[in-house]
């Protein structure tokens, strides 16, 4: 099932002549795809506008709100990923056991080639990164399952993307 969820806001604009109030319609293209035998919502929008649908499709369809809930990605696979890459340009590490660090960002060339990623590397647990795949595309990639494509990518070649690359990171059956 595929849809698009729209909805209109009020937006206010600054003129010399005054405040100029407007609707703004969203877009929010949406599809339901299988997934092991779980069903996964995937909307393709920004992760605040993605959110609202989630909700919005959670009532519809459940008569309450949560019924649909948000992935995560295996820490694990996500460093797996980063290392098959062509390129990791970015990598943010989070959790780290250093004391008075919670977060650290590599970015450069290729993180992954660093002594300094050697050097953290166990010290904490992927959060973001930004790389190249083999295949060429230029993703940035969340432990929340939030995917940007850097390169332009039609609703076909976005989905196969997510049906061989994340949902083999999905972790545990949370939702």
């Known amino acids: 099932l595929a849809g698009l969820f729209r909805f209109d806001t009020l937006t206010s604009v600054h003129h010399r ?13 949406f599809i339901f795809l299988k997934y092991e035998g779980e069903i996964l919502l995937v909307v393709r929008a920004k992760k605040s506008i993605a959110n609202s649908v989630a909700n919005s499709l959670s009532m519809i369809l459940h008569r309450e709100l949560g019924a649909i809930t948000e ?42 080639q660093t002594d300094l990623h050697g050097e953290f590397r166990g010290e904490g647990v992927p959060h973001y990164f930004v790389a190249k795949t083999k295949s060429g595309h230029t993703v940035g990639i969340v432990d929340d399952a939030s995917v940007t494509m850097f390169d332009s990518v039609d609703s076909s070649q976005y989905q196969a993307f997510l049906e061989e690359e994340i949902f083999p990171m999905l972790r545990g059956r949370a939702w």
């Open 71 to 112: 992935i995560t990605l295996d820490s694990e696979a996500l460093e797996e990923f980063c290392s098959r890459a062509e390129t990791t340009k970015v990598l943010l590490l989070q959790d780290l056991t250093i004391p008075n660090l919670n977060k650290l960002t590599l970015y450069g060339g290729d993180v992954l």
């Open 17 to 29: 002549s005054g405040i100029k109030v407007f609707a703004k319609t969203t877009d929010a293209p």
